[in-house]
């Protein structure tokens, strides 16, 4: 059996899936268009916005990019936008994070139009998914992990599923749904002690913490399931925060990086797209 979840086959699914959907929309009229708000030095935000563009121009869904240098203040930033809340032509505004230390984030991703929020991370969209409500629009790491369980038939519920990293973006997003799921779920962090006692616990073992290869042989269960979320550039090699060598053989299914969690996170953000370009013309 192969232990690396295919991603790839499984991203391939999701396009042939997504061109049906923007080709139906094109018969209305109706052409995607994602804004996108950069406001950062920081490297793996440069590769997602490169994967995204890609994928955009694939599918044929319009992108404006919207750089900034370290001189923008919050509020540049907000009447920004503001005019993208305005454009009818603009269906998901996503503010890449993280962002220039000295902007107010939360005042930044609030003020989009919950419309348009596509990446699911303003304060009604984050109560939704605790209320499992069906307008909810979920992040998209989070809905791409999901993804790959699902792709993979894990059997989650009643699970011990043990996440590492608490973030607003990942952890407490897919811990949600895991619970939504019926997963017993243990959250581990920055300020955990022992946190092999916990990882080797898990029956479903997600790792997003920025470390590499914090998560080694001695740390997981066997048997187990392993959705490694980092991204750590060494030396201009890039690698995950478990270490994939050590803990191989010990695991039923793992995810690889690159090509594993971060090619699921664009696909997710373009599933969102179209779902909120579906609600703003009333198609079902």
């Known amino acids: 059996m192969e232990k690396i ?11 042939e899936n997504l061109k049906q959907e923007i080709k139906m929309l094109s018969k209305k009229n109706v052409i995607p268009k994602l804004a996108v708000i950069i406001a950062s030095f920081d490297e793996s935000s440069k590769i997602y916005v490169r994967n995204k563009k890609r994928l955009c121009d694939s599918l044929g869904i319009l992108q404006e990019e919207y750089y900034f240098s370290n001189t923008v203040t919050t509020d540049d930033i907000l009447d920004t936008i503001d005019k993208l ?9 996503l503010v890449q994070l993280p962002l220039y230390k000295h ?6 991703l609030e003020s989009i139009d919950v419309r348009k929020d596509v990446d699911g991370f303003k304060e009604i969209n984050t109560g939704r998914l605790l209320l499992k409500s069906k307008d909810m629009i979920i992040p998209c790491t989070a809905k791409g992990i999901m993804s790959i369980l699902e792709f993979i038939k894990a059997d989650i519920s009643g699970k011990h599923a043990v996440i590492v990293g608490r973030s607003q973006i990942v952890g407490k997003p897919v811990s949600y749904m895991l619970l939504n799921n019926d997963a ?10 022992n946190l092999g006692h916990y990882t080797k616990e898990a029956d479903i073992l997600v790792v997003v913490a920025g470390v590499c290869n914090l998560i080694k042989k001695d740390m997981v269960k066997k048997g187990s399931i392993v959705i490694d979320v980092g991204i750590n550039k060494v ?9 994939l060598h050590e803990v191989i053989d010990d ?6 990086v690159p090509g594993g969690v971060g090619v699921m996170t664009v696909i997710s953000l373009i599933e969102n797209l179209i779902e909120l370009v579906k609600r703003s013309n009333n198609i079902e």
């Open 235 to 243: 030396d201009g090699k890039i690698y995950g925060d478990v270490n």
């Open 85 to 93: 809340n305005k454009d009818d032509s603009v269906h998901g505004i």
């Open 184 to 193: 017993t779920v243990t959250i581990c962090h920055s300020k955990t002690k």
């Open 103 to 108: 902007l107010d984030k939360h005042k930044i």
């Open 251 to 256: 695991v039923e299914y793992i995810t690889k």
């Open 5 to 15: 979840i295919d991603v790839k086959k499984l991203s391939e699914i999701k396009k």
